[in-house]
């Protein structure tokens, strides 16, 4: 896990590693394969660096004093402080990312350990829903925001929740064990948690209005 591949355009997703809870390796591993941007938030190179991952941005605010240049003494890497205290690390980090052309990011380690940090990582895919396509992984899920239309090819059973960011209007589904009909879901009242794909198949997921989230599941 010393590098990542040596691909260095911007048709894979770039990759950002937050500072939650830890994936496997196997999930890491082929995230990093061919990644041509690993940027890492700088709450994790500690943990990041004990893997001996190759990075290639370093960004955050850096207010717990440490000494970047001196961590990372021993690789080329690219130390950018962003000290806007309004904004997240990870806020941060995407739109840098944006900034330089990168359209697809993938987001690790986003999940888990402060609940807070997790809801807001989540929280904040909508900001960004004409810029970039992101995606949040961990061991047990796969998190983004869906466009309008969506049809994507599933197994049967794969576990598939529809979760509202507020409310969610005209929402209308075909290929999964329970259909929605131009219906409406509202965080915290009515979700789409735990449907599955019907059979082995398209799984068809339209909406008018709102911000929907689709998680891939898996236990």
């Not at 409310?167 to 789409?192: D, M």
Request: net charge negative; aromatic share 6%.
């Amino acid at each position: 896990m010393s590098s990542h591949h040596v691909v260095r355009d911007k048709q894979e997703p770039a990759l950002i590693i937050a500072n939650g809870a830890s994936c496997s390796n196997e999930l890491l591993g082929q995230l990093l394969e061919w990644s041509p941007v690993v940027l890492v938030l700088d709450g994790a190179v500690d943990r990041v660096l004990e893997l001996g991952i190759k990075i290639d941005i370093l960004a955050g605010d850096f207010d717990r004093n440490r000494n970047p240049e001196a961590i990372l003494a021993y690789q080329q890497v690219e130390i950018v402080a962003l000290p806007d205290q309004n904004k997240t690390d990870l806020e941060k980090g995407i739109e840098l990312l944006i900034e330089r052309g990168h359209q697809s990011i993938n987001v690790i380690w986003a999940t888990g350990l402060r609940a807070d940090h997790t809801l807001n990582n989540i929280a904040l895919l909508p900001r960004y829903r004409d810029l970039a396509d992101i995606v949040i992984l961990d061991d047990y899920s796969r998190i983004f925001l869906l466009k309008r239309s969506y049809t994507k090819w599933y197994t049967k059973g794969t576990p598939l929740s529809l979760m509202p960011l507020g409310k969610v209007e005209g929402i209308e589904t075909s290929g999964l064990k329970y259909n929605l009909k131009q219906e409406s879901l509202e965080l915290g009242y009515r979700t789409g948690s735990s449907n599955e794909a019907l059979e082995d198949g398209q799984v068809h997921i339209k909406h008018q209005q709102g911000d929907l989230l689709l998680m891939e599941c898996w236990d």
